[in-house]
């Protein structure tokens, strides 16, 4: 089967740190830029952070930019986001998406998916 799985949501308080992963099954994810994306209660989807294929490219959106790290390791199939200094406003589904390239990536629109993950929830409350 096809898929993408992310993992590592949780609870936490905030000020604290998570590490999301997005894992793939079924197919190789080095030939693809990842995006991470979140989707907040009553909100609209937001681009969060993209990584081109090799990893050599990586963006973030302002929201994020400064707390958190984006990286690969094609060996093991996985892109991570690592996330500091989280804040309440950090709280929503995180989903993984890959896409054909980094330039539609970086575009923050969600285009050029070949595959989403079924995200993973990230609640940063005390």
């Known amino acids: 089967q096809l898929q993408l799985v992310e993992s590592g949501g949780g609870l936490v308080q905030p000020g604290g740190s998570l590490r999301l992963s997005c894992a793939a099954s079924?197919?190789?994810?080095?030939?693809?830029?990842i995006g991470w994306f979140r989707q907040a209660p009553g909100k609209e989807r937001e681009g969060v952070s993209c990584?081109?294929?090799?990893?050599?490219?990586?963006d973030y959106k302002d929201s994020v930019k400064g707390r958190s790290t984006i990286s690969r390791d094609n060996a093991k199939n996985t892109v991570y986001l690592q996330m500091n200094t989280l804040k309440p406003e950090d709280t929503a589904v995180y989903y993984c998406?890959?896409?054909?390239?980094?330039?539609?990536?970086?575009?923050?629109?969600?285009?050029?998916?070949?595959?989403w993950g079924k995200g993973t929830l990230v609640t940063v409350s005390s």
């Open positions: 998406a890959a896409i054909r390239s980094y330039t539609l990536c970086v575009a923050w629109e969600g285009l050029g998916v070949d595959y």
């Open positions: 079924g197919f190789t994810l080095d030939i693809y830029a």
């Open positions: 990584i081109s294929s090799s990893g050599a490219r990586k």
